[in-house]
């Protein structure tokens, strides 16, 4: 039977739950446990699909299409997992549940009530994941206690360790441990009033995670353990992390995982953490180091990019090479370039984004590379944009677009295909999850993924044209892959350049910090190479052919409302 681990946290939001969470799956599963991890998420919103970045951060999609929060996407790099929707469950996905079968008069006509009923269908969700092939389930509980959202499931939660017994339940609650300089004390009046409110819930804490900026001393975790009634050894300090991958090495440093086994009586040996190290090691000692530029719309809001900065840290640590950021906003891309200031970067990103803000400072980054030798990597909407800056300029149509920005430009060169035009709903109608992608054998990108088939997540609902396919290869695009039917284009690039590809789908997802992805580690060695020869640019690639007569003006198709755009 599986044992599980309920993760809550306190005092403050943002305090690294998610983290936390995954650094404890990370040493679980060093002990050669099987480990599960799941987030229940208290906000009304059925999945965060619709849910605009700045609101939410990045929507983390999983090989089965579900959009998910982003700490799935921490739980699957840390414990090297494929998560299903099942580990996400938010209260509008539980609330829909519970309404839908009372609809359907499941309930034999009694009063349908937060308990049992909701808190029921809550404890399911949970143990929909303790398979017989899982050792232990981790769930996270978004928010933080005290929140008014968050009662049903700290309500359920409690009830789930009458149901399966004590031994097989173990609560860590995150805190915040505070310096106050005016003392020159580590405060712990937070944490025991965050303690306080979680016992006034039912729930007495095994392990109580403190974060704090230096590490917590025996006598303040001793004054934490008599107040929260926690013994000494379940007060874990978790001071800040210059990397965020050494967390899981600090934690069992503070003996984490030993104590939270004990707890619940899992004998395991110690956690085989050598190739972590290594990792971290490496990271840590960079010999190199390059400029990325990442030109995107949230950039005032990094974790709406989470996953293409971490797989751009993963591709820096199988280097050994400092990877330094530079967030581009795509307004601004024009003006930069004209004033030469984005001569520096050594490699592009061009990452996935809907709506039209932004939209000709991505194309212009996107020529701009290709012009000049940048390496470029282009991530969904980062393909789109490639294919309009090859259809501009190379194939010379005039105008194009993609008709999600344009509907009526005269070469829809990205468009919804025929069975995509009628999307009406928001959320859920987007091509989403692992898609097959057959490559071109001899391609650059087959020579990356050192396969000829390969599978990487989606999340789109435009595609590039089939219509002027022909005439972009004629102009020197090459489409590199496609589905396996080759109706869909799914890599882009150009020969000649050090490292022109788009993809239609979202490779970052996969990257893990111990094994970098395939496209990221060469954009990256890319980059490297141009940053050690700086100075040698290859020859521009400019116009084959003429610009051509828009065709004859049709009704043009009214424009697409997407539902994250903005
Ligand atoms: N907006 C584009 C589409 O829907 C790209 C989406 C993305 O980049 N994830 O096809």
Redesign the pocket.
Known sequence: MAKHIFVTGGVSSSLGKGITASALGRLLKARGLRVVSQKLDPYLNVDPGTMNPFEHGEVFVTDDGAETDLDLGHYERFTDARLTADSNATTGSIYSAVIARERRGDYLGRTVQIIPHVTDEIKDRINRLAGDDVDVVITEVGGTVGDIEILPFLYAIRQFRNDVGRENVCYVHLTLVPYLGGSGEQKTKPTQHSVEELRSRGILPDVIVCRSAAPLSTGIKRKISLTCDVPLEGVVSAVDADNLYEVPLLLHAEGLDGYVCRTLSLETPEPDLAGWVRMVQRAADPSRSLSVGLIGKYVNLPDSYLSVVEALRHAGFAHEARVELHWVQAEEVSPLLADGLLGDLDALVI?????ERGIEGKIAAATYAREHGVPCLG??????VMVIDAARNLAGMVGAN?R?FDPATPFPV?DLMDDQRKVVDYGGT??LGAHVAVLRPGSQVAGIYGDLVVAER??????VNPRFRHRLEAAGLVCSGTSPDERLVEYVELPGHPFWIGT?A?PEFKSRPDRAHPLFRELVAAGLQRAERRGSMPAPLVATEPPLAPPAAGAPRPAVE?A??S
């Open positions: 990452p996935g984004g809907f709506g991530l969904c909407l980062g393909l789109q993609s999600e990205i987007m091509r989606h999340r789109h609902r435009f595609e239609q979202h997407l994250t755009s």
